[in-house]
């Protein structure tokens, strides 16, 4: 028996042509009349389910912000420590970004078109998802696992311009997986990270890559 294909819904199917043609042409480079004839839809379908081009962009971003929003807190609120959420949070945020790809690109390249309350309501979450960072750093001072000269904000600033702008260069048919990826990104930010004393302790020994050859 041939596998039931899966129907996608009007709304469905306008949502993943627009990530789709965003991505490759950008906000401004994309008409409502294009994603109508890409998506097989029809203008009532449209406006049926968006008010307005606009509105089609925030949905996209607050899909994206919101599902990474629920997984940084699952990383946060996981047992271990400071470090080994971190660690987590990392690895969760390059995982994201092979699997949402063309959202994550929409996300960082078209961001600054929302207006008004949708502008809002992502930066919002956005600021959510840095409090996150950062009490998770905050913490690895106070637990003395991270180093107390390094300033938790311009720490956390710098984890997500290495992190997220791998979207820029990563493809998934390259040289190295995602997961390979994330295996030298939580090396050198932990090995940047964590106090000197403890980089010998069996516990943080699986952050390393000298030791998982």
Same mark, same amino acid.
């Given at each position: 028996m041939e596998k039931e294909e899966i129907r996608l819904s009007t709304r469905e199917r306008i949502l993943n042509v627009s990530i789709k043609l965003f991505e490759e042409k950008g906000y401004h480079g994309v008409s409502v009349d294009e994603i109508i004839e890409e998506s097989g839809s029809s203008k009532g379908g449209f406006y049926h389910n968006f008010k307005?081009?606009? =509105? /089609?962009?925030?949905? &996209?971003?607050?899909?994206? @912000?919101?599902?990474?929003?629920?997984?940084? +807190?699952?990383? !946060?609120?996981a047992e271990g420590t400071p470090i080994e959420r971190l660690a987590s949070i990392i690895r969760d945020l390059l995982i994201g970004i092979d699997k949402y790809k063309a959202s994550v690109t929409v996300f960082f390249q078209d961001y600054r078109y929302?207006?008004?309350?949708?502008?809002?309501?992502?930066?919002?979450?956005?600021?959510?998802?840095?409090?996150?960072?950062?009490?998770?750093?905050?913490?690895?001072?106070?637990?003395?696992?991270?180093?107390? =000269? /390094?300033?938790?904000? &311009?720490?956390?600033?710098? @984890?997500?311009?290495?992190?997220?702008?791998? +979207?820029?260069? !990563?493809?998934?048919?390259?040289?190295?997986?995602?997961?390979?990826?994330?295996?030298?990104?939580?090396?050198?930010?932990?090995?940047?990270?964590?106090?000197?004393?403890?980089?010998?302790?069996?516990?943080?020994?699986?952050?390393?890559?000298?030791?998982?050859?």
């Open positions: 307005s081009k606009e =509105e /089609l962009l925030f949905t &996209i971003h607050d899909q994206y @912000i919101q599902y990474t929003l629920a997984r940084g +807190y699952e990383c !946060y609120k929302l207006t008004g309350e949708n502008y809002k309501i992502v930066e919002k979450k956005r600021d959510e998802y840095v409090e996150i960072m950062l009490k998770i750093l905050e913490e690895g001072i106070k637990s003395k696992e991270i180093r107390s =000269e /390094l300033p938790p904000k &311009i720490l956390a600033m710098a @984890i997500f311009g290495m992190v997220d702008w791998t +979207y820029i260069w !990563y493809q998934k048919e390259g040289q190295y997986s995602i997961e390979e990826i994330a295996d030298i990104f939580v090396d050198i930010i932990i090995n940047s990270v964590l106090k000197n004393d403890l980089k010998d302790k069996e516990r943080y020994a699986p952050f390393f890559l000298k030791n998982k050859i």
